[in-house]
């Protein structure tokens, strides 16, 4: 039979074992809602480029003659989705089966990544003039060019710019 002082402690410590298993719950918990917007946002990245880049009449392709610059820039949407994923994949992994290096693993990645979209978001933010540049001069040929009878190869072009018209006149 337990003393009272051993009935104490033992009971002590069977709580302290709850309140760890709780504490792991929780933070399982909030790791899993982490990374399932991850992956949500990996997701959509994928999609948005493969649609952007298997869809030959939008807006981006009408502005861009070459295509060159579109494709490249649908391609590392495809490609950041894709390391979303397998990062989120990883994380789920690391969650479940609770390995440790696993997570820290994760954890790096995920920083780094972040870090890499602060500093793309910086990155762009300080070459606004030049892009803005660049889009109102293409549109501004699209315009320019709007109805030409010599073009009949662009009037995928304008149909898309009909449409931005009926759109923005419409709201």
């Not at 410590?13 to 992956?39: D, E, H, P, V």
């Not at 994928?46 to 391609?75: C, P, Q, S």
Request: charged content about 15%; glycine content about 8%.
């Amino acid at each position: 039979m337990l003393s009272s002082k051993e009935n104490k402690n033992h009971r002590y410590l069977g709580r302290k074992r709850m309140l760890r298993k709780s504490k792991t719950l929780i933070f399982k918990y909030f790791l899993n809602l982490i990374n399932g917007a991850f992956l949500v946002l990996g997701l959509l990245l994928m999609g948005f480029g493969a649609w952007l880049l298997l869809d030959g009449n939008n807006l981006f392709t009408a502005l861009d003659e070459n295509n060159h610059l579109v494709v490249y820039i649908f391609r590392i949407l495809i490609g950041i989705g894709s390391a979303t994923v397998l990062l989120c994949l990883l994380g789920y992994l690391g969650i479940y089966n609770e390995i440790r290096w696993l997570l820290i693993l994760y954890a790096v990645l995920l920083m780094w990544a972040s870090g890499v979209q602060v500093v793309l978001s910086a990155l762009i933010f300080t070459k606004k003039e030049e892009v803005n540049q660049v889009w109102h001069e293409q549109i501004d040929l699209v315009i320019s060019q709007y109805g030409s009878k010599n073009m009949p190869e662009d009037i995928p072009k304008w149909t898309i710019l009909n449409a931005v018209q009926k759109t923005v006149r419409q709201n």
